[in-house]
């Protein structure tokens, strides 16, 4: 019988997490020091600091997702005894 294992920081949705996280901390940090004249281009909505906040948003739940909900990888032997 196989052994079930986390598959932790392999786990896809930290990896996507990840990479959304630190597109999300750039945009609301541009959002925050972003100039008056830019905002106005946007019909006066900060996009980038929406965005950024968004993106924050959904990394959070992502990652509260895989940490409630963990993948079980078999864990096989390799037959040595081990």
Not at 2 to 26: E, S, W
Not at 63 to 76: G, T
Request: charge should be negative.
């Amino acid at each position: 019988m196989a052994d079930k294992k986390k598959a932790g920081a392999f786990d896809i949705r930290i990896v996507i997490a990840a990479l959304i996280g630190i597109y999300g901390v750039v945009l609301t940090i541009l959002g925050i020091v972003e100039k008056q004249q830019e905002i106005d281009k946007a019909a006066g909505i900060n996009i980038n600091l929406w965005g950024g906040i968004a993106m924050l948003v959904f990394t959070a739940l992502f990652v509260l997702w895989a940490r409630l909900r963990p993948i079980a990888v078999p864990v096989e032997e390799d037959g040595t005894g081990e």
